[in-house]
């Protein structure tokens, strides 16, 4: 369950119908029924005899299948590595029994420490934005250098604790700075190495422009000292990957810039949510729904997985479909090549060179089968790839494995044909002809 997330998910996957969609597939139906309903009657129609050689439409029609097939087999393998590496992806930060929850108005120091008191409550922090919610941007830069966009988070002291940030070089705000939002800021270990590379960070001045359209959500000064360097983490959606750049600017309780209360709970429990919950309503008169750190991972891994399970489901009907039409028209090849199977025979062909036929053109139509549906798979696997860098454009064993599933059901449907081939009786058959 994903108790206050259905809006983002929602958001994530609009379920609205679309009139444009229907339509579409009402079109592609009428255009389906037409197309292959129509060369059929139209030949039956003609009176003319049957042509003795293979039809290329109906041979493209078979590798046109087994094309789909691989292409759904190898973009569900891709995506459920992606979805795999995803679930083990590690965001930077420890989510385990964190509870994030908007604020109406900015929450007193009283209140923050009475959340933090509770027997449910491990520790509590305040910030302008949770991590996995989105990554908010602001133009910063050495103070000798053009200020760019950057992402930049408000955040009380207890905040790297709290989501067990490390810090891998000098300090954190302590409490004074942070209730006089001093002018000192922490950057990520990434900032320190675009901004500076070639040397320590520690000390150095950086120049903060203020938000022209939202001046509230700016910090009061223009200049700040870097105290400290931490780790690098994930504060926009996973499909992102870690932050290129993050600056850190100290908060309080009272800060209109940090209305997002962070709970580390000592179990996240539903009896904990709903004191949460009672307590923030009775302080802010009202609260959005509280939700999870690994409830936002659900949802942000949900549209991997369901993908990978509309793939994978299409994938195995088409295979169904390519199954049985390979079956058919090496069924209908062995019947309109009896004669000629029957003369081979006569002449002393062996079973076994009469299996291969039938079985070489099977391998055939999987053999170009896979090479299309390989391609295709490959631009398809390069549109999620773009989404989620966890995808492996070019994942071999997605690739293999669909593969291989193409051929061994090829080969499997042409083995009933080929039997059937290798047990024509050629004394019959002439007389027959």
Same mark, same amino acid.
């Given at each position: 369950t994903v108790p206050g997330m259905v809006g983002r998910l929602v958001?994530?996957?609009?379920?609205?119908?679309?009139?444009?969609?229907?339509?579409?597939?009402?079109?592609?139906?009428?255009?389906?029924?037409?197309?292959?309903?129509?060369?059929?009657?139209?030949?039956?129609?003609?009176?003319?005899?049957?042509?003795?050689?293979?039809?290329?439409?109906?041979?493209?029609?078979?590798?046109t299948q087994v094309a789909v097939c691989s292409l759904l087999l190898i973009v569900a393998g891709v995506l459920l590595r992606g979805s795999a590496a995803l679930e083990r992806y590690d965001p930077g930060f420890d989510t385990h029994n964190v509870v994030?929850?908007?604020?109406?108005?900015?929450?007193?120091?009283?209140?923050?420490?009475?959340?933090?008191?509770?027997?449910?409550?491990?520790?509590?922090?305040?910030?302008?934005?949770?991590?996995?919610?989105?990554?908010?941007?602001?133009?910063?830069?050495?103070?000798?250098?053009?200020?760019?966009?950057?992402?930049?988070?408000?955040?009380?002291?207890?905040?790297?604790?709290?989501?067990?940030?490390?810090?891998?070089?000098?300090?954190?705000?302590?409490?004074?700075?942070?209730?006089?939002?001093?002018?000192?800021?922490?950057?990520?270990?990434?900032?320190?190495?675009?901004?500076?590379?070639?040397?320590?960070?520690?000390?150095?001045?950086?120049?903060?422009e203020p938000q022209l359209q939202d001046r509230a959500a700016s910090p009061s000064f223009r200049r700040a000292q870097i105290i400290g360097i931490v780790h690098d983490i994930s504060s926009g959606d996973l499909s992102e990957g870690r932050d290129t750049t993050m600056f850190y600017l100290p908060a309080a309780p009272g800060s209109a810039n940090a209305q997002m209360l962070l709970v580390r709970m000592k179990a996240d429990t539903e009896a904990a949510r709903r004191a949460l919950n009672a307590m923030i309503e009775h302080e802010t008169s009202g609260a959005r729904l509280t939700y999870s750190l690994d409830e936002i991972i659900t949802v942000e891994t949900f549209p991997f997985k369901l993908s990978f399970a509309i793939a994978a489901f299409l994938g195995v009907l088409a295979l169904a479909l390519a199954v049985s039409g390979v079956y058919g028209v090496l069924s209908f090849l062995v019947m309109q090549r009896r004669r000629e199977i029957g003369i081979r025979i006569a002449l002393g062909a062996p079973a076994a060179a009469v299996?291969? #036929?039938? !079985? @070489?053109? $099977?391998?055939? *139509? /999987?053999?170009?089968?896979?090479? =299309?549906?390989?391609? #295709?798979? !490959? @631009?398809? $696997?390069?549109? *999620? /790839?773009?989404?989620?860098?966890? =995808?492996?454009?070019?994942?071999? !064993?997605?690739?293999?494995?669909?593969i291989i599933a193409v051929f061994a059901a090829a080969l499997a449907a042409a083995y009933w044909p080929s039997r059937r081939a290798a047990r024509i009786d050629p004394a019959s058959t002439l007389r027959c002809e």
């Open positions: 958001r994530l996957l609009p379920l609205d119908p679309d009139l444009r969609v229907l339509g579409f597939l009402l079109l592609a139906a009428v255009g389906a029924t037409l197309v292959f309903g129509l060369a059929p009657a139209l030949k039956a129609s003609s009176g003319k005899p049957d042509s003795r050689r293979p039809s290329r439409l109906r041979n493209a029609l078979v590798v994030s929850a908007t604020l109406q108005s900015p929450p007193t120091a009283r209140f923050v420490e009475e959340v933090r008191s509770q027997t449910w409550s491990e520790t509590s922090a305040l910030a302008a934005q949770a991590p996995l919610l989105g990554r908010l941007t602001l133009s910063i830069g050495p103070v000798n250098a053009a200020t760019v966009r950057c992402g930049y988070n408000f955040v009380s002291p207890e905040y790297f604790d709290l989501l067990k940030i490390p810090v891998v070089r000098g300090r954190v705000f302590n409490a004074g700075e942070a209730r006089a939002q001093a002018p000192v800021v922490l950057i990520s270990e990434a900032t320190a190495r675009q901004f500076w590379p070639r040397q320590d960070p520690i000390g150095e001045i950086v120049r903060i299996v291969r #036929l039938v !079985l @070489g053109q $099977s391998a055939r *139509f /999987a053999l170009w089968g896979a090479a =299309i549906g390989a391609a #295709l798979a !490959l @631009g398809v $696997s390069r549109i *999620f /790839a773009s989404l989620l860098e966890e =995808i492996n454009t070019y994942e071999p !064993l997605a690739y293999g494995a669909g």
